[in-house]
């Protein structure tokens, strides 16, 4: 029983744990470069990452740390 409830858990797991990467769609790129104030040039360079995440290249993802309020 215990072999059985092991085996389940592990299928489960490896098939429902698959390598899938979701990149933006093309209406959310654009919406994204609206604040932009190159907007043409943000586009090309995100849609640019968004093939090579579809092909599986890597891509270098730039992280915007969060500013808190600091109160004293």
Known sequence: MKLVLNLSLFLLAF???TNVSLSLTDYQIKK????????????K????KQSDLQEGK???IP????KTLIRN
């Open 58 to 60: 890597l891509i270098e």
């Open 15 to 17: 098939f429902s744990l």
């Open 32 to 43: 994204f470069c609206k604040k932009e104030k190159r907007v043409l040039l943000c586009i």
């Open 63 to 66: 992280v915007v740390p969060y």
């Open 45 to 48: 360079n995100l849609q640019e």
